[in-house]
Every structure is written in C-alpha cells, then in structure tokens.
C-alpha cells in the first residue's frame, strides 16, 4: 500500500520524443508536486496543484505540462525530449498547501534522454 | 538570494560512531527547516521539521538543532548503523505568502562495518 506511487520508473527515450510520467497518492492529501533532482542532487519544485488546480509554476520550459484529473493523480508529459532533461522526477504529495505540511515523496522516475 | 549550503558534501564513519551534518542557510524571512533522509534509488523521508522557536527535535538517533540568529542547523546521528547510509538533505522554507522551499544539496553519509 505504497502512500505515493509513480510510474514509470525508468524511462529511456531518444530526442524529440514525447513521454509521461504518472503519479498517484493513497492518501488523501489535498496538494501535489513535482520536483526534478538533477545531477547535482539539487531537489527543484517545479509545479504544485491543489485541489486539481495549479498554485505554483516555476520557470519550467512549457513542453512539460502537469495535469491532474482528480486529486489522487498528478501526472507530468513532456514534449520534445532534450539531452538536458535527463534527470530523477519525483512527485511529492502534502495535506495541504503551505510549507508547515509535510510533504510525502515518490519513489522517484529517473529519465534518460539520449 | 536565498540558498541552502550543506557540509560535508560526503562522510565516511564506522559503524557505531556519532556523526555531526551541518547546514547553514540564508532563507529569509523563515519558516521552517527540515531535515531529509534519501535512500539510493528512493524518494526523501522526513526526519525532523523545527520552526523559529525550536532549538531542538529528536528522532530516534536523529537529533537536529537549530540556532535562527546564525541561521544554521546541525543533525547529529548517535550509535550509526548500516541502514543510515543515505543521503541527508537539509530543506528550508521561507515564510512569505508564497512557495520558497529551498533543498541543499545533500551529505552523503557511508556507513562502514
């Protein structure tokens, strides 16, 4: 009964391609989130929804689009697939928004662009 | 510009020794901090979360502190074990209406037999 699930979790695909991620939470929680750790390790928000709705939106390039259908789901597809978006994606669930909620992470999606 | 430094950027212990993690930040205003845990291969774990009015929050072995006036944190591991091998990442937020939570880069902490 795993809290925060995603899918796939490896992902190998050439330039150009389009591909998404899947994320899923069992647990109830109202906010979600996706984060891109890099090679460096650094954790970097990248979109946040609440209640289905977008609340934050870093400077992402716009060929990665979120959506979530219900709650329960956040799920990432990206665009035309650079070399330079090779990087672990984890998606992120709390309670509420604001930064006193803890937030719950996935297992994590490690993409690889070649 | 608000940033989140860790040190050292990778330590090595034996088994059964304490260890000391630092971070020093310059979030401003603050909110909280928090201090993850990373296995290899998953996603973080909370391990402790302190606000300006804390000095210290245990977990276990894990024991954080936290002095707002230098802005820095330290997590002290007491009695290591194996399965502390992962990465600790010191997470700080900042306390303006919107969204300013900035991740360190992480220590990477190996634990020896």
């Known amino acids: 009964d795993t809290a925060v699930s995603q899918t796939p979790k490896y992902l190998v695909t050439q330039m150009g391609n389009d591909k998404s991620i899947k994320c899923e939470q069992n647990?109830?929680?109202?906010?979600m989130y996706w984060y891109k750790q890099d090679s460096k390790k650094f954790l970097k928000i990248m979109f946040s929804?609440?209640?289905?709705?977008?609340?934050i939106n870093e400077t992402v390039p716009n060929r990665f689009s979120p959506k979530s259908p219900d709650k329960a789901h956040l799920n990432l597809h990206i665009n035309s697939l650079e070399l330079g978006d090779s990087a672990v994606y984890f998606c992120?669930?709390?309670?509420?928004?604001?930064?006193?909620?803890?937030?719950?992470f996935g297992p994590g999606t490690r993409l690889t662009v070649t | 510009k608000n940033q989140v430094e860790q040190s050292p950027q990778s330590l090595i212990i034996l088994e059964g020794k304490n260890c000391t993690l630092q971070?020093?930040?310059?979030?401003?205003?603050?909110?909280?901090l928090r201090w993850y845990k990373q296995d290899t291969g998953r996603g973080p774990v909370s391990l402790t979360i302190?606000?300006?009015?804390?000095n210290t929050k245990s977990n276990g072995r894990y024991t954080a502190t936290l002095d707002a006036d230098t802005k820095q944190s330290s997590l002290h591991i007491t009695a290591s074990q194996l399965s502390d091998s992962a990465s600790y990442i010191c997470?700080?937020?900042?306390?303006?209406?919107?969204?300013?939570?900035?991740f360190g880069a992480g220590t990477r902490l190996f634990v020896k037999a």
């Open positions: 992120a669930s709390s309670q509420d928004v604001g930064e006193v909620y803890e937030q719950y």
């Open positions: 647990l109830g929680h109202d906010t």
């Open positions: 929804y609440n209640n289905k709705e977008l609340i």
């Open positions: 971070c020093n930040y310059t979030v401003s205003p603050f909110s909280n």
């Open positions: 302190m606000t300006f009015s804390e």
């Open positions: 997470v700080v937020s900042g306390d303006t209406g919107g969204f300013k939570t900035i």
